[in-house]
T-cell receptor, first 110, second 114 residues
Framework: AQRVTQPEKLLSVFKGAPVELKCNYS??????LFWYVQYSRQRLQLLLR??SRESIKGFTADLNKGETSFHLKKPFAQEEDSAMYYC????????????FGTGTKLQVIP | DAGVTQSPTHLIKTRGQQVTLRCSPI?????VSWYQQVLGQGPQFIFQ???????GRGNFPDRFSARQFPNYSSELNVNALLLGDSALYLC?????????????FGNGTRLTVT
């Protein structure tokens, strides 16, 4: 069974401080990991995925297969980063079952 | 370019009733997935349809069913509603059924069962 764990429901940081949103996963195959974000009054949208190895809005995430983690990081938090963040895992089967974590609310304090 | 559209936005039903939720994918997207999001939880996979065929099903009872039409729009049906079915139902579309195809979500339908 695949599982995604986000241990923090709420993470509060000051503007300019580093941010790390934790995500651990459990999956027996080769995972595809994502971070989705939901800003206030907006729809859930893709932030980044591990296969792209890109930085979006200053955020990066590295897949660590040894620690089964996919933590989301940003060196300097901005107020506009305040949102709900979901870590997600897609199965390796022929269809798109995506398992989401319970989400972490990031609150950036001015 | 229009995103994924869902209707209705809100719905109130009574226990035991049936409900139909609708989703129109982004133009050109052939895959539609349905997710249930209970308050305080992440979205939970219900179904995926691709080219009008069911490709995957989550751990939901048979009261939940769905279909996809030739224009790739989709309906989610829930029979014999229970209080626990109260949730935000999200539809997501993608061009393909494969792994390398991120999901594009609609705004959801908020279902309240009383």
């Amino acid at each position: 069974a695949q599982r995604v764990t986000q241990p923090e429901k709420l993470l509060s940081v000051f503007k300019g401080a580093p941010v790390e949103l934790k995500c651990n996963y459990s999956y027996s195959g080769s995972p595809e990991l994502f971070w989705y974000v939901q800003y206030s009054r907006q729809r859930l949208q893709l932030l980044l995925r591990h296969i792209s190895r890109e930085s979006i809005k200053g955020f990066t995430a590295d897949l660590n297969k040894g620690e089964t983690s996919f933590h989301l990081k940003k060196p300097f938090a901005q107020e506009e980063d305040s949102a709900m963040y979901y870590c997600a895992l897609k199965n390796s089967g022929g269809y798109q079952k995506v398992t989401f974590g319970t989400g972490t609310k990031l609150q950036v304090i001015p | 370019d229009a995103g994924v559209t869902q209707s209705p936005t809100h719905l109130i039903k009574t226990r035991g009733q049936q409900v139909t939720l609708r989703c129109s994918p982004i133009s050109g997207h052939k895959s539609v997935s349905w997710y249930q999001q209970v308050l305080g939880q992440g979205p939970q996979f219900i179904f995926q349809y691709y080219e009008k065929e069911e490709r995957g099903r989550g751990n939901f009872p048979d009261r939940f069913s769905a279909r996809q039409f030739p224009n790739y729009s989709s309906e989610l049906n829930v029979n014999a509603l229970l209080l626990g079915d109260s949730a935000l139902y999200l539809c997501a579309s993608s061009p393909y059924s494969s792994r390398n195809s991120p999901l594009h979500f609609g705004n959801g339908t908020r279902l309240t069962v009383t």
